[in-house]
C-alpha cells in the first residue's frame, strides 16, 4: 500500500479528457511538490509534470498538473492512443524522509 | 543531448552482490545528483536513494540502508549503486535518473539494468 494513493486504472476514449489522482497526506503532498511521470510499456519512465504543475519542454501541453491540499492530479485533455501507459506521482515525505511514489494508473484508451 | 547509459542485465544468487553503473554525458556532471529507482516485475516505483555528484553526499531510503552504496565517478561522469545480500525479491528493473540540485524530480532516466535473482 503506497503512501501516495492513485486509482489503479482508468480509461477514456480519443479525445476525452481524464484526470488522475494522487491522494496523500499532510506529510508529502501538503508540504512537498508534487511531480508526474509516464511510462509507456516496456521503456524508462519519463518526467511530465514538475513541481505541481510545470511542463518539461517536449511535453505536450495536453499535459497538465495541479494540486490543492493534501491531494494533486493529472489531467490529459484531448486523449491520445499514444497516453495509454502508467503513470505515477511522486513526492518527499517528511515522515519516511524520503520520496515516495504513488501505486501508479494504468490508463487505457479505449 | 543528455543521456544516462545503464550496464547490461545481471543474473545473481541469493545473497550476493550487484554493481550497477550509469554512465551520463551531455551535461555537467557536478550540476546534478544521480538517483536510483527500482521496479519488480509487475509492480510499481521504488526510490532507493539518490547521491550528489558535486559533494558525493547520500540519501538512502529506509527500505535499503546498511544494505546500498552509491558512489560516482566524476573522472567518468559515471554513477554506481552496489546492493549487497540480494534476496529474490531483489529481482528488478534497476534505473538511474538525473535529479537537479534544486529539486527532486528526476529528468531523464536511464534505459534501466535487469538484475535477476535466482539460486
Known amino acids: 500500500q503506497s503512501v501516495l494513493a492513485q486509482p489503479p486504472s482508468t480509461s477514456g476514449t480519443p479525445g476525452q479528457r481524464v484526470t488522475i489522482s494522487c491522494s496523500g497526506s499532510g506529510s508529502n503532498i501538503a508540504e512537498w511538490p508534487v511531480h508526474w511521470y509516464q511510462q509507456l510499456p516496456g521503456t524508462a519512465p519519463k518526467l511530465l509534470i514538475y513541481t505541481n504543475n510545470q511542463r518539461p519542454s517536449g511535453v505536450p501541453d495536453r499535459f497538465s498538473g495541479s494540486k490543492s491540499g493534501t491531494s494533486a492530479s493529472l489531467a490529459i485533455s484531448g486523449l491520445q492512443s499514444e497516453d495509454e501507459a502508467d503513470y505515477y506521482c511522486a513526492a518527499w515525505d517528511d515522515s519516511l524522509n524520503g520520496l515516495v511514489f504513488g501505486g501508479g494508473t494504468r490508463l487505457t484508451v479505449l | 543531448q543528455v543521456q544516462l547509459m545503464q550496464s547490461g542485465p545481471e543474473v545473481r544468487k541469493p545473497g550476493a552482490s550487484m554493481k550497477v553503473s550509469c554512465r551520463t554525458s551531455g551535461y555537467a556532471f557536478t550540476d546534478y545528483a544521480i538517483a536510483w529507482v527500482r521496479q519488480a516485475p509487475g509492480q510499481g516505483l521504488e526510490w532507493m536513494g539518490w547521491i550528489s555528484a558535486y559533494n558525493g553526499n547520500t540519501d538512502y531510503g529506509q527500505n535499503f540502508r546498511g544494505r546500498v552504496t552509491m558512489t560516482t565517478d566524476t573522472s567518468t561522469s559515471t554513477g554506481y549503486m552496489e546492493l549487497r545480500s540480494l534476496r529474490s525479491d531483489d529481482t528488478a528493473m534497476y534505473y538511474c535518473?538525473?535529479?537537479?540540485?534544486?529539486?527532486?524530480?528526476?529528468?531523464?532516466w536511464g534505459q534501466g539494468t535487469l538484475v535477476t535473482v535466482s539460486s
Open positions: 535518473a538525473r535529479v537537479p540540485r534544486n529539486g527532486n524530480w528526476f529528468d531523464p
